[in-house]
């Protein structure tokens, strides 16, 4: 079951993952939780997505702040995870910037790969919108867009379109002036351009030329629009990291945002100890492996030594940024949004289940246990642990039935607890906060039972199937718990691992025996 408490009323990107934490498919939404809701309440969908919705076994997601970032975010993340079930374009194509080429007489252009000399300006996901960008900066500043200087003046010259490099209108450092200035415009420094057209909007309307004056105000607009950097794709030549993180007592959520050629390609998260040096600490394990960017941006500064270890990985100078204001600071401010909603939508989760259960503590540490087999053969039980309210897959065990003949649940599960909790006393390891059975009341008590005789005081509970009632120990119904409520959902979301990874077990070994 994929839990779509923790997703936000927010713009972004969701990416669902198969048993196996491959990225099946991609997506962007307006609302995350909206439309992620609606793969799983709506019944009339497709064989295509029907598929995807059976295959699906976990979501992650990005928030962004607008959903055009959330589409460019999409494309990026299509071609670099190529999710199966999203659309296969023959052409893979990005979407369009606008090119000035290097040349004598350097050319506008629309082009969709950012790449080769020149200078790239975008990329614009509305065609509208780049089309009309490129006809009021070519118009203004009159850029020839000819592959090749013709002998002779053409319609563009006469209609005043072009300043005519071709036949000598203009000297070659006049038209340099024209492409410097609208490098200009295209790269968000459009305030005089601006400023006269929306003079002479004024003066069409005060003549009543109001068509014209119509047209005008939608050409300003659009080069208003070019203020509005793309915090997500935009046009750089080097590579950033982004890193922010919260401090909660005793633990650093830490998130990194990965940015090549100007495009966020991903994410990675962490939770680990806090200490005084924990920056310090994470930076140098994490970059002892993974090749540093040229630009790392932080929300405080580093020591001396620190930014000449990163360069020494490097190669190269590596440039440590704090900002204040302006783009970075909104990246990073993004990067901080993901931790708030990736971290703590599941402290709230484990709030709601210590609240809803009366435990004396947070269940910082949940381990599950689900009995898997068919018609009574290849017998297997599965653990599973969530630590901080996410799966901890290192920390899984799955168990071979050895003490148990047929079919008898509730004899499988006190041999899988008693094998589980007699090892952990025995080495002194640490025990979780919380155990939970999958099953009813029986099943309760055979795990209950073997923890009695183990001298084990761990609070547990069962949740059985149907209408996901829970139990508790000495309480003859079920709790007061809807199964729509956030702390039944959580439990549900780890039983249903715990059965994904049971049933996955018990098909490997009925597999290995049919092939023996």
Known sequence: MISLDLLPHLPGCYLFLDSSGAVIYVGKARDLRKRVANYFQKQDHGPRTQALVLAASGLDFIVTNTEVEALLLENTLIKKHLPRYNIKLKDSSRYACIHL???????IRISRKASGKGRFFGPFVSARERTMVYQIVRKTFGLRTCKRLPRRECLRYH???????????ISGADYQKRVDRAASALGGKAGELICAMKQEMAELASRQEFERAIELRDEVAALEHLHERQKVEHSRKFDQDILSYIVEGSSVYLMLFKVYRGTLEGKEDFVFASSDSFLEEFLVQYYSENEPPLELILSEP???PMVDFLARKKGKTVRVTVPKHGEKKELLDLARKNVEIGFFGEQKKMEALQEALRLPGMPEVIECFDISHLAGTATVGSMVQFRGGRPDKSNYRKFRIKSVEGV?????????VRRRYSRLKDEMQELPDLIVIDGGAGQLSSALGELQKLRIRIP??????GEEDIYVPGRDGPLSIKKNEKASLFIQEIRDE??????TYNRLLRKKSMTN
């Open 101 to 107: 080429t290097e040349e004598k007489f350097p050319r």
């Open 159 to 169: 209609l005043g379109h072009c300043s005519g490099p071709c036949i000598g209108k």
């Open 302 to 304: 580093l020591d001396e």
């Open 408 to 416: 008898d649940d509730f004899a499988s599960i006190a041999e899988v």
């Open 460 to 465: 547990v509970i069962s949740i059985a199937k």
């Open 498 to 503: 715990a059965h994904r990874f049971a049933i």
